[in-house]
């Protein structure tokens, strides 16, 4: 025997186990420590996939490749636009959140926000009416993300609608996203009453060309920089925006008062943006977008690039596989109700606003945020422990975004497809909740996983452009 | 041997030591686990003062009602006004910081800022001029806290300066602190440069009848609930106020865009209030000074009511004991330092600021500020730990101001001088650091304690009040 094997037997054994319970406790029965490891085998039906990805030997460079590229992206707010001048959205398209999605198989709340999107644009004269011609094929659908932006919940975008665009100088790439409604009966979340299409026209009207001359005047803003100083501030930046909403405010507000504007209507887009403590997740959402489009087309890597949810698919893509989207059904989140409602009026996960998560930031920094519990539900371990499990499963660490409590560690980013598959580790997204019935408006917030599909799925066709 | 004792003797020994290491240490050299205990004898020689003070029969009732009655109080900032029109300030008395003290005995930064209102009042023309009549005592000096109010730093207040009027309608009692003049070379850090005086006079020109037209109309403000909130956003509120300035720029702005001042003076009023990250200091200082007030005079309570540090000494007052002042010399805070300065700059422990750990935030919420460490020193868990230490020292937990990352457990608050003698555990106070000579401003931010003179003091005058 060996010296160093007789050393091992020599000493007391120390037993880290992984796996099946039986050997652990049969230790334990023998009052040995033991140190559980959190090992789960790969999901079902993938070894064989996830062996030829993993022997891909472009795997390791290209998500190092992607990691930098998303942690360099640049976030500069630099205008503030209508949908149809940004993105020359033409009239009778509209836009929505997560992966492609026919009328005959949209949500409620996907519903209910396009059909307030073709009253907005004076498509229809009832909501009836607006129905007969979505479900009729009359107008064209498509993600916000294949136009290179993102959209929170419904997502739904339409010509009139105006968007903040955002620039990232370095990897030569643009995002956008719609601003922020607030919260309650909001076109986002599939109300679509008449104080919804209201609120709309004013801030197509109003809003829009104040925050424009606002942003002309005192931008470009870098959003990076609020996300870092908002990640010590309590924030996440998806569910949590309180700190970075008032960095916002703050930024744009001596441009705000010097508008040529009216100055009611000055007062009244203050007082609207500054009771909206949600008014910085729409710059936030398409920073990560600008993150993570820097990373995309890298072959051989694994790192996903979009989560995006439609209300009815929970869709991924993936840096080494392109523009393609994999699908499965979209979980309903867990959480806490607003009034009286409950579990029974959820509607399945809804949104890109999961680009938070995919960048860095969302449910991936929640120990940054244990005050989210209180609206999210879990508790404050919960939120330390879901940070820390999402490092087992993303290429690095961010070097902007940081954690305090964590000792300033960067957030875990780059969600590798490997690892959710071989460790079964699903990322951890927090979200508000939409009502299951168009019309309804928000119900409640709460965490929820992409489901497993997506990343079998992904693991299969990345084994099949896996170089040998 | 009684049944309890042999079941003791039965099994293996599970023993917890305190105080001295010989015992732990001979138990562990026979591998006998040990938990240690932090126990440390009482403060030398304060045995029989703590014997008869613990043995107060009003004590447990008395500290109880102090802290309910901190706990109570609220704090609505209702107005902004000059010193002179607030409190009645006379034309050459000067208000300052900490316990009473002389010119003679005033430390460099306090003598600078005593300098620099002389010459804002214009008593003087220079600062020789100034110097010579503060030395031949043709003014009168006078602490904040004898006029109710306090003051960051050095806390010079002099008649046309202006100060937030804060209410706390429960007990009848106001307070009132100066306007913050952002950092670097100011007035509170003992520097009196002509761009301090000049910075003054706008404040007391501009600023102050601006913030008092903007409270006028939108306030009066809740102090309290913005603090309940920083707490929840990185903030401890004391050397950490960016979350709490933002939303009292929130609140306050809606007012200082209407006012009937030319735009420039309200743009640069804005943006002064907006740069300035310790915009809400001196509104949660009086904050604390009206919850503090509030638990003043109770016969026999051993809870302090006031922590304040004039450069030179620092010193407590207790609820049983009225308005008499326990002092010692001041310590100097070690922490970190702004540019080429170092320890050899910084003067001794200096202003009313402490009142925020008298009040249950400040050191006292560290926990709730991980990110403080990086201004005042220190690690994350250094942090956590302190705010845990000071729950051994302290009477109650804060139902309103509370620590998410401590499950939202209440922040610690009433320091109970019996605790503080009983243990030897001071209470951790975070601080600003002035530059020892005057005219220098500030120089760095670190930690500190109270010197054990003050608590001793303060035991034996409670023992003398003590009944039997």
Redesign the interface.
Known sequence: MSAPLRGLLAADPVVATAGVALFADALRDQAVPVVDAGWHPPLPGTEAALAAVMADPRRVAANAEAVARMTAAEAVLVDVLPASEALGLERGTFLHAGPPVTWERASGPMRGALVGAVLLEGLADTAEEAERHLAAGAFDLEPCHHRGGVGPMAGVVSPSMWVYVLRDEVHGNDSWCSLNEGLGKVLRYGAYGPEVIDRLRWMGEVLGPILQQAVRSVGPVDIRAIIA?ML????EGHNRN??GS??L??EL??GM??TDAP?TD??EA??FS?ANEHFFLNLGMPACKLATRAAEGIAGSTVVTTMARNGTDFGIRVSGTGDAWFTGPANTPEGLFLGDFGPEDANPDIGDSAITETGGIGGLAMAAA??IV?FVGG??PFALAATRRMYEVTVGEHPMYQV?????RGTPVGIDVTAVVRTGELPQINTGMAGRVAGTGQVGAGLVTPPEQCFTAAITALAEAAVR
């Open positions: 100083q010590q501030m309590g924030d309180r700190a008032l960095m405010l703050r507000l001596p008062i010097t100055a000055v007062a203050v007082r500054g244990p005050a209180k508790d404050v305090p409590i964590l000792g300033f």
